[in-house]
């Protein structure tokens, strides 16, 4: 089955304590990107990358990290969380190059900093 | 800068009454626009692209590059589409990048 696969789906963690959300797709897709979503302010882009080692900041990235060694897969790591970062998070992928291309969305993770 | 409006947060309509989401677009070229949807619990999907013009699940929604807006809408409103509905804009031979509104939450009451 087609699909993007994140992991946890669920993390309670305390300030500091550096933790890897990992997401992973089945369809070659050339684009990934990571998403958080907070109540009222609805899905921000954190990084995006458009390929293999190519990855670039989206519009709230501070405090994640990203990198991608390989296509399927495109980790975010938060070195040191704050309660801030508390918030849902999806990642989402899709091809690269066409019009109307569909984003494909992770089941996301919840995650509670405290 | 590309912007996405949608003015109601919330959204309570009666089941059978009809329904409109409204979105607005700030973007000087020419945009792709898409509606996705994220039901209960679920992640978000796609629910149509402007390029389609088809309708889904009895949803449409009509570019009207005048008013620059994007409004989804849909004639009878049933009870399983009650559900959190985010309009989006991506620039037109660009990157992939969606820029997402606040998104406006739907329910339906029977």
């Known amino acids: 089955e087609a699909q993007v696969t994140q992991n946890p789906r669920y993390l309670i963690t305390v300030t500091g304590k550096k933790l890897t959300v990992t997401c992973s797709q089945n369809m070659n897709h050339e684009y990934m990107s990571w998403y958080r979503q907070d109540p009222g302010l609805g899905l921000r882009q954190i990084y995006y990358?458009?390929?293999?080692?190519?990855?670039d900041k989206g519009d709230v990235p501070e405090g994640y990290k990203v990198s991608r060694k390989e296509k399927r897969n495109f980790p975010l790591i938060l070195e040191s969380p704050s309660p801030n970062q508390t918030s849902l998070y999806f990642c989402?992928?899709?091809?690269?190059?066409?019009?109307?291309?569909?984003?494909?969305f992770g089941p996301g993770t919840r995650l509670t900093v405290l | 800068a590309q912007r996405v409006t949608q003015p109601e947060k919330l959204l309570s309509v009666f089941k059978g009454a009809p329904v409109e989401l409204k979105c607005n677009y700030s973007y000087s070229g020419s945009p792709e626009l898409f509606w996705y949807v994220q039901y209960s619990r679920q992640r978000l999907q796609l629910l149509l692209r402007h390029i389609s013009r088809e309708s889904i699940k009895g949803f449409t929604a009509d570019l009207n590059k005048g008013e620059t807006s994007f409004h989804l809408k849909k004639p009878f409103a049933q009870e399983e589409d009650s559900a959190m509905y985010y309009c989006?804009?991506?620039?037109?031979?660009?990157?992939?990048?969606?820029?997402f509104g606040k998104g406006t939450k739907l329910t339906v009451n029977p």
């Open positions: 989402a992928s899709s091809l690269q190059g066409r019009s109307y291309n569909e984003q494909f």
């Open positions: 989006a804009l991506r620039e037109r031979g660009g990157s992939e990048k969606l820029v």
């Open positions: 990358s458009m390929n293999v080692e190519v990855t």
